[in-house]
């Protein structure tokens, strides 16, 4: 056993869902899901997104599930989404 701290405790590959959250205009999910695609390198399909409009419908939850291979990837990924102006929270 090593005495060096674990990265991550994600096993690569696996199934990850990232939920980013912004104020509802139209373009918000395509702002998401294109850097999103950017990063995986894949074909997201709609199975694979799911939207929810905040009660009084100001924001919107855009949950992603992809295959990641790496924490350097989902940490560019974070990076980039978290830089965008629409993006104001990320899970």
């Known amino acids: ?3 060096q ?8 590959p696996c199934q990850f869902p990232l939920k980013a959250m912004g104020e509802y205009p139209d373009s918000f999910a395509q702002v998401v899901l294109t ?9 997201v399909t709609e199975q694979d997104i799911k939207q929810r409009p905040s009660k009084n419908g ?3 939850a855009v949950t992603v599930t ?11 990924l974070y ?5 965008h ?5 990320l899970l």
């Open 79 to 83: 990076r980039e989404l978290h830089a």
């Open 35 to 43: 850097i999103v695609q950017r990063h995986i390198g894949e074909h």
């Open 58 to 60: 100001k924001y919107l």
């Open 66 to 76: 992809f295959e990641a291979h790496s924490k350097q990837q989902l940490d560019d």
């Open 85 to 89: 102006s629409h993006v104001k929270y």
């Open 5 to 12: 701290p674990q990265e991550t405790l994600l096993e690569f």
């Open 1 to 3: 056993m090593s005495d």
